[in-house]
């Protein structure tokens, strides 16, 4: 499958709680972006963490990337319930800047 | 970030029908173009990558003559979805990058429904 493997796959929790997920990829890369998707609309950029970083924050956004075990996570922190979205992570290989996405969290953030 | 924009937003077609959807970089160059498709509740596949002026690439299991892809020109890539059936409803999503660009910019995704 050309897809990385998130998880976990649905995400449900309070309003205010932190949300993590996770995506792990299987090829080199030179870096790997975070997207938000509101049923089913255009994607939403988030982040972009490159390959020789092993962090990076956007506002509420925290993404961890660990290149030798080839995985990143995204926390957002204090959620909303306006947060309420898939994310999906999608890496750009080396080899050119063909971009894989991954197979998506479904987040649910409950007022 | 540079601007990508998707044309129609929406569109319903007969069986049978051929659809064009279009894919336009506003505010730069976009060498390569890449068209994704995803179903419901599924995520984003990439279905080709086009560069200007040559023939694109297919990925595995997508049929060439059925998805014609052109790109013409540096701003413009189009998707034609020929004799259209049921099974070919779904969200499709164009993406763009320059030469020498790290990142593809993104359009607004269109979505076809065949009845």
């Known amino acids: 499958s050309q897809q990385g493997e998130e998880d976990p796959q649905a995400l449900s929790i309070q309003e205010g709680e932190n949300a993590t997920m996770n995506c792990s990829y299987k090829?080199?890369?030179?870096?790997l972006q975070w997207y938000r998707q509101n049923s089913g609309r255009g994607l939403v950029h988030l982040i972009l963490i490159r390959s020789n970083e092993r962090e990076k924050h956007s506002g509420r956004l925290r993404v961890t990337l660990d290149t030798s075990k080839k995985s990143s996570s995204l926390l957002i922190t204090a959620s909303r319930a306006a947060d309420t979205a898939s994310y999906f992570c999608?890496?750009?290989?080396?080899?050119?800047?063909?971009?894989?996405f991954g197979a998506g969290t479904r987040l649910f953030v409950k007022a | 970030g540079a601007v990508v924009s998707q044309h129609p937003s929406r569109v319903i077609c007969k069986s049978g029908t051929s659809v064009k959807i279009e894919c336009r970089s506003l505010?730069?160059?976009?060498?390569?173009m890449f068209w994704y498709r995803q179903f419901p509740k599924q995520s984003l596949m990439l279905m080709a990558t086009s560069n200007e002026g040559s023939k694109a690439t297919y990925e595995q299991g997508v049929e060439k003559d059925k998805f014609l892809i052109n790109h013409a020109s540096l701003t413009l890539s189009t998707l034609t979805v020929t004799s259209a059936h049921p099974e070919d409803s779904s969200f499709y999503i164009c993406?763009?990058?320059?030469?020498?660009?790290?990142?593809?910019?993104f359009g607004q995704g269109t979505r076809l429904t065949v009845v």
């Open positions: 999608a890496t750009e290989g080396t080899g050119g800047f063909k971009t894989i």
């Open positions: 993406s763009a990058s320059s030469r020498g660009g790290t990142e593809a910019f």
């Open positions: 505010d730069f160059q976009a060498t390569t």
């Open positions: 090829t080199s890369i030179n870096n």
